[in-house]
């Protein structure tokens, strides 16, 4: 793991939101100016005013060079501490580097009782400020990942943030944390040495994926100092069944795992369900990790500790929380991802859109191919979205079952279908279902609709239960549902792009 830098002009709350984003992801907090005055036994007012701003950049890049030894860190830099090229190569080469950027009249405001503190801009503050911006404009526009902070509150900045880099730290149910990074199958190794994972290592695949991946891991385990083994079960819905929970159970004993052994799960949602129940079933617990591979699994079943299997009678009527260690998403291996398991994947996507992100959700109006091209953004906000909600509803006893938007329908017509629709397919026709019935009975407006609609067909996902399924089938299937409560079910019903209500129905018919 490695470092977040925060840098930008000043006064856009460096130092204020990476105390909070420290907070969120569980890492140090370290302002480079506070530790260059402490060495220096003076203020930086001091500093420039007796040494000069050669000798106060030449311990700005000292100690940037010592931070190298801490462990990860969320690190406030001072507003022109990366105009070095040495001390912007050292934090490009020791972690990521988000810029804070805000409106000069935003910055103005912020710094009009605090000028006499910033020696580069004494005197005429807007004056100072507005030519220093103009100054390092060109500097600042050079960063990659940018996060404007105006018109926001500072924890409102610091997930935004977060969401930039890719990095969660969930704590609701057990500490552990989710990491979207390019090319971490390679690194995965070096990483679990990093969360003081010891033992030996199984690394559960299917026969879809580990043909494909599975190599990479093993090497990279194995090139940590692991023992690692790999374990394949049959690729499909129609595998995450009892039969193949025992079968894991077996190859873990057969492997010699044993209470101090970790489990890998390196495939899409089935995979990570199954591995997760097993490793939460076999000696009563060891340790586990969810590597996800499809577009699926990144963005929503590997998140929230649910695990579990199906029954002939429906999907995941058996199974337990219990969070893995850490999850570990790398876009690139969507690259190997068949287009039709990509797409199904985007009505996970959609669906946290609606729930909580406008912008998500617009984001994926723009249709398949600019998805495909910003990939790495759209996982790491789809994985905000839920990993918020989980949060603040671990074991989904209120707002979390905002989550099932369209998994009621979508369960049961995925079921009924004996699995010939994919998953997220269902789940589009569910969402499409349960949208209309939201307009039906009052919350949602016809134009919410049709924007959902709209959204989902241009991805190319289904949104009408295919004629040939038998709709009695589909309302058993639907009363089935783990969801049900006595004599109603709850549903997540959208009423707007980014608000959903949660309401329970009595009359499943009237939902079709």
């Given at each position: 793991?490695?470092?977040?830098?925060?840098?930008?002009?000043?006064?856009?709350?460096?130092?204020?939101?990476?105390?909070?984003?420290?907070?969120n992801?569980?890492?140090?907090?370290?302002?480079?100016?506070?530790?260059?005055?402490?060495?220096?036994?003076?203020?930086?007012?001091?500093?420039?005013?007796?040494?000069?701003?050669?000798?106060?950049?030449?311990?700005?890049?000292?100690?940037?060079?010592?931070?190298?030894?801490?462990?990860?860190?969320?690190?406030?830099?001072?507003?022109?501490?990366?105009?070095?090229?040495?001390?912007?190569?050292?934090?490009?080469?020791?972690?990521?580097?988000?810029?804070?950027?805000?409106?000069?009249?935003?910055?103005f405001?912020?710094?009009?009782?605090?000028?006499?503190?910033?020696?580069?801009?004494a005197?005429?503050l807007?004056?100072?400020?507005?030519?220093?911006?103009?100054?390092?404009?060109?500097?600042?526009?050079?960063?990659a990942?940018?996060?404007?902070?105006?018109g926001?509150?500072?924890?409102?900045?610091?997930?935004?943030?977060?969401?930039?880099?890719?990095?969660?730290?969930?704590?609701?149910?057990?500490?552990y944390?989710?990491?979207?990074?390019?090319?971490?199958?390679?690194?995965?190794?070096?990483?679990?040495?990093?969360?003081?994972?010891?033992?030996?290592?199984?690394?559960?695949?299917?026969?879809?994926?580990?043909?494909?991946?599975?190599?990479?891991?093993?090497?990279?385990?194995?090139?940590?100092?692991?023992?690692?083994?790999?374990?394949?079960?049959?690729?499909?819905?129609?595998?995450?069944?009892?039969?193949?929970?025992?079968?894991?159970?077996?190859?873990?004993?057969?492997?010699?795992?044993?209470?101090?052994?970790?489990?890998?799960?390196?495939?899409?949602?089935?995979?990570?369900?199954?591995?997760?129940?097993?490793?939460?079933?076999?000696m009563?617990?060891?340790?586990?990790?969810?590597?996800?591979?499809?577009?699926?699994?990144?963005?929503?079943?590997?998140?929230?500790?649910?695990?579990?299997?199906?029954?002939?009678?429906?999907?995941?009527?058996?199974?337990?929380?219990?969070?893995?260690?850490?999850?570990?998403?790398?876009?690139?291996?969507?690259?190997?991802?068949p287009?039709?398991?990509?797409?199904?994947?985007?009505?996970?996507v959609?669906?946290?859109?609606?729930?909580?992100?406008?912008?998500?959700?617009?984001?994926?109006?723009?249709?398949?191919?600019?998805?495909?091209?910003?990939?790495?953004?759209?996982?790491?906000?789809?994985?905000?979205?839920?990993?918020?909600?989980?949060?603040?509803?671990?074991?989904?006893?209120?707002?979390?079952?905002?989550?099932?938007?369209?998994?009621?329908?979508?369960?049961?017509?995925?079921?009924?279908?004996?699995?010939?629709?994919?998953?997220?397919?269902?789940?589009?026709?569910?969402?499409?279902?349960?949208?209309?019935?939201?307009?039906?009975?009052?919350?949602?407006?016809?134009?919410t609709?049709?924007?959902?609609?709209?959204?989902?067909?241009?991805?190319?996902?289904?949104?009408?239960?295919?004629?040939?399924?038998?709709?009695?089938?589909?309302?058993?299937?639907?009363?089935?549902?783990?969801?049900?409560?006595?004599?109603?079910?709850?549903?997540?019903?959208?009423?707007?792009?980014?608000?959903?209500?949660?309401?329970?129905?009595?009359?499943?018919?009237?939902?079709?």
């Amino acid at each position: 793991m490695t470092h977040i830098f925060l840098y930008g002009p000043p006064g856009t709350g460096k130092s204020t939101i990476g105390k909070i984003l420290a907070e969120n992801l569980a890492l140090p907090f370290i302002d480079l100016d506070r530790v260059i005055e402490s060495h220096a036994g003076m203020s930086i007012p001091k500093i420039m005013e007796e040494q000069g701003e050669t000798e106060f950049r030449d311990l700005e890049t000292t100690a940037l060079k010592n931070i190298l030894n801490e462990p990860a860190s969320i690190v406030a830099l001072g507003g022109g501490a990366l105009l070095r090229d040495e001390n912007r190569a050292i934090a490009e080469s020791n972690g990521k580097i988000i810029l804070l950027m805000a409106e000069l009249a935003t910055l103005f405001e912020r710094m009009n009782d605090d000028a006499n503190q910033r020696p580069l801009l004494a005197g005429d503050l807007r004056e100072k400020l507005t030519a220093l911006m103009a100054q390092r404009k060109e500097h600042y526009n050079s960063f990659a990942l940018q996060a404007h902070v105006d018109g926001k509150t500072s924890a409102q900045n610091a997930l935004q943030a977060q969401t930039l880099f890719g990095r969660f730290h969930l704590r609701a149910m057990g500490d552990y944390d989710a990491v979207v990074q390019a090319g971490a199958l390679d690194d995965l190794g070096a990483i679990l040495k990093s969360k003081k994972i010891s033992g030996s290592v199984a690394v559960v695949s299917d026969s879809n994926v580990a043909p494909i991946y599975a190599q990479r891991v093993l090497l990279s385990l194995q090139g940590a100092g692991y023992a690692a083994n790999l374990i394949t079960v049959p690729a499909g819905e129609e595998n995450k069944n009892l039969e193949t929970i025992s079968f894991l159970w077996k190859s873990f004993l057969e492997n010699k795992l044993d209470r101090k052994s970790a489990v890998v799960a390196l495939g899409g949602g089935v995979v990570g369900d199954m591995t997760g129940f097993a490793a939460a079933t076999y000696m009563r617990g060891v340790a586990w990790v969810g590597v996800p591979t499809s577009l699926l699994s990144m963005v929503d079943s590997s998140l929230g500790g649910k695990t579990g299997f199906d029954l002939p009678e429906g999907k995941n009527l058996i199974g337990s929380f219990y969070p893995p260690k850490l999850v570990l998403a790398d876009p690139q291996v969507l690259s190997t991802l068949p287009k039709a398991e990509f797409i199904s994947g985007l009505a996970e996507v959609v669906k946290h859109g609606i729930i909580s992100d406008p912008e998500l959700f617009s984001l994926c109006a723009r249709g398949l191919d600019w998805v495909k091209d910003n990939l790495e953004e759209i996982v790491k906000r789809a994985m905000a979205v839920k990993i918020k909600v989980i949060e603040d509803d671990p074991y989904e006893q209120g707002f979390r079952a905002a989550l099932n938007l369209g998994h009621t329908v979508g369960h049961a017509v995925e079921l009924v279908s004996k699995f010939q629709l994919r998953h997220g397919e269902a789940i589009a026709i569910g969402m499409a279902v349960e949208a209309q019935y939201s307009q039906r009975i009052g919350p949602a407006s016809s134009g919410t609709v049709e924007a959902i609609i709209k959204s989902l067909t241009s991805l190319g996902l289904p949104t009408q239960i295919p004629e040939a399924l038998p709709r009695a089938e589909i309302l058993r299937a639907m009363r089935v549902d783990k969801k049900k409560n006595a004599k109603t079910i709850r549903f997540a019903l959208p009423v707007k792009i980014g608000k959903v209500e949660l309401t329970d129905v009595t009359d499943l018919d009237a939902v079709l």
